[in-house]
């Protein structure tokens, strides 16, 4: 299989959701806070954003790490690019991503709503009404030989799934419990039938990781 289609460094509360109820402008998780979710991988010395030295290595920063290799494309649903819905009332928003997105690839936006395609810095962002074999096949092509990062949310990681069309997937379960919001699964055993699992504490004690791989 020369290209793999990777979901990696998604992060699930306990229950199974990836955000929660009420995303907005100002909130992109909904009521759940990203720092309490997102703290092991903020906490590496591979973490992107990291202004101080230090941080911790091992498995957390090595998944860290492993976000950006042999990635040539991404596809996102609408909602991880933004909070609007419909047709874009707003197009001179460019996303959540400010002036230097951290794709640094084509970017493959599914939305029944398409829009022109625009660059900002090395990421240029698309917009496609596809349906999930399609949109896999544009970034495919766009990736070049690499392999293809499926970025989320919940919903278009769930419609890949149920496509079987994901290769590897790396979640990243964090103790906190939402009630509510968007749902990945209802249990992580759920994929058992189609992959291989295994299940790791991360050595920072905020996560557990699920890693999966096509039996």
């Not at 009332?89 to 002036?99: A, Q």
């Not at 997105?101 to 090395?122: A, G, K, M, Q």
């Not at 278009?156 to 799934?161: G, M, P, Y």
């Not at 069309?165 to 968007?182: F, I, M, R």
Request: hydrophobic share 35%.
């Amino acid at each position: 299989m020369s290209q793999l289609l990777r979901v990696q460094n998604f992060m699930v509360s306990s229950d199974g959701f990836g955000t929660g109820e009420g995303q907005s402008l100002e909130r992109p998780f909904g009521h759940a806070d990203p720092a309490a979710m997102f703290s092991w991988a903020g906490a590496t010395a591979s973490w992107p954003n990291r202004t101080d030295p230090g941080g911790s290595r091992g498995l957390d920063d090595y998944l860290t790490r492993d976000f950006h290799r042999n990635i040539g494309a991404e596809i996102m649903g609408r909602n991880k690019f933004g909070p609007q819905r419909g047709p874009w009332e707003n197009e001179e928003w460019k996303g959540w991503w400010g002036d230097e997105p951290p794709f640094r690839t084509p970017v493959f936006v599914l939305t029944h709503h398409p829009r022109p395609s625009f660059t900002l810095s090395d990421t240029t962002f698309h917009f496609v009404d596809a349906d999930p074999a399609t949109a896999l096949g544009m970034a495919r092509e766009a990736a070049r030989g690499k392999d293809v990062r499926l970025g989320g949310g919940a919903t278009t990681i769930r419609e890949f799934l149920d496509a079987d069309l994901v290769d590897t997937l790396h979640v990243a379960v964090s103790p906190v419990k939402l009630g509510a919001g968007v749902k990945l699964w209802d249990s992580p055993d759920e994929l058992l039938d189609r992959y291989h699992c295994d299940v790791v504490p991360s050595p920072s004690g905020k996560v557990t990781h699920h890693l999966y791989w096509r039996k």
